[in-house]
Every structure is written in structure tokens, then in C-alpha cells.
């Protein structure tokens, strides 16, 4: 067997071995609306950095056996212009970064478009060190806020001292929690739960207490 199907195969096994488990340890019941669109997202970079490190160790085996001391068999050519390699090269890039762009438009438009059909707007206040919920109501709530299964909430977001970051992992949304400036997401969540909501911007000594929740029933 020659070198080059000896490392091709053995960049393939590379990549298998990899994305074996990330697919399967992704795979999971949509808890939101962006769930799925988030999970695809993730899975294709994840996918396309494996293919591209596959490519990419796969050649640096090849040339470090082919061309190692000793080998008397190779002959070795003095690279006069490599401009074809380059153009591939940069070809092949801007195929991936336009092709990961298109794919995460619909993520994006779900994420900030703007809707007229949520049922119910909750406001969301960051500080050192807690979130507070406010609801159309008036009802504020502390730490946690509570709400229902499979309606849709606007939840208008900001901070009253420094920047915070609103994250619930597993519903798929992280947004900037800025002073002065409110930021607007949709949610609606498709499972009855608990949910976690941690802060992932550093804020201050006390950032790794500051968490809340969203009881969803």
C-alpha cells in the first residue's frame, strides 16, 4: 500500500473518530425554539474544523514520512512558484467561510428579527450579583422567573451597572446584558422544566454565584 492511501486512510479514521461522538453526544429534544438551529450550527463548524485538521494532519504525516532524512527514494524539487497552491488555498477558504455564513442566517434572522405575536414581555435587570424578573403584571421577581410552556415571551434585556451576559445553555441563548441599552430576544420553550440562566460575562468577584432560573411549567 502506498504512503498516500496509507495516510489518507488514516486522516479519514482521524475524522471519524472525532465525529462519532460529537454527533452523537449532540443529539438531544429541542427545549426551544433556536435549539435545533443552534445544534446545527455547532455541529457543522465542529464538522468542518475536523475535515479541515484531517486535511491538514494528513498532509504533515505524508510529507514528514515522504521527505524524512534517510529516504533516498524521494527526489526533492525546489518549489519555483507556489501561486496555484495559494489561490487553491484561498479558494477553499472563502468556500467555507461563505458557506458557514449562509448557514447561520436563519439562526441569526430567529435570534433579532423582531415579532408581534409573543404573548407576554418580561423584563430582565442584571446586577452585581442577580437577575430580576419583571413581568406585564408588575410581579418582580428575584433569581428566578416563572413561566409557561410553549407561549412566547419577549424578554427585553439590559444591565444597571456594569456589563453582564444573559446564558441558558440549554435553550440556546446567550445574549450582552449592556448598561443603558436594551437587547430583545424570543423565546418560547417546547419542554416543562427547570432552566439555569448564569451570567458568562465576567462581572466582578462574586460572578460565579450569579445565576437564576426559569421555571417553566
Not at 64 to 78: A, C, H, L, S, Y
Not at 93 to 120: C, G, K, M, N, Q
Not at 172 to 189: A, E
Not at 195 to 211: L, N, R, S, W
Request: charged share 15%; glycine share 6%.
Amino acid at each position: 500500500m502506498k504512503i498516500k492511501t496509507k495516510v489518507s486512510l488514516a486522516s479519514v479514521l482521524f475524522g471519524l473518530f472525532f465525529a462519532g461522538p460529537v454527533i452523537s453526544g449532540r443529539a438531544s429534544t429541542a427545549q426551544s425554539t433556536y435549539t435545533s438551529q443552534i445544534e446545527f450550527l455547532f455541529l457543522l463548524v465542529v464538522l468542518v474544523s475536523i475535515l479541515i485538521a484531517s486535511i491538514v494532519f494528513g498532509l504533515l504525516i505524508y510529507i514528514i514520512i515522504r521527505f524524512r532524512e534517510g529516504n533516498t527514494n524521494t527526489v526533492r524539487k525546489p518549489i519555483q512558484n507556489g501561486m496555484r497552491l495559494e489561490i487553491g488555498w484561498i479558494i477553499f477558504a472563502t468556500i467555507i467561510v461563505v458557506s458557514l455564513f449562509a448557514a447561520s442566517l436563519p439562526a441569526t434572522s430567529s435570534y433579532f428579527t423582531e415579532r408581534d405575536d409573543y404573548d407576554e414581555e418580561i423584563r430582565v435587570v442584571a446586577y452585581q450579583y442577580n437577575f430580576t424578573f419583571t413581568k406585564e403584571n408588575g410581579n418582580t421577581t428575584t433569581g428566578f422567573v416563572e413561566i409557561e410552556v410553549n407561549r412566547v415571551y419577549m424578554l427585553n434585556i439590559t444591565s444597571i451597572d456594569v456589563i453582564h451576559s444573559f446564558y441558558v445553555h440549554e435553550l440556546s441563548i446567550k445574549l450582552d446584558m449592556v448598561p443603558g441599552r436594551y437587547n430583545i430576544v424570543y423565546l418560547q420553550v417546547l419542554v416543562p422544566g427547570t432552566y439555569e440562566v448564569h451570567c458568562a460575562e465576567y462581572c466582578g468577584f462574586g460572578h460565579y454565584i450569579m445565576e437564576a432560573r426559569i421555571i417553566v411549567k
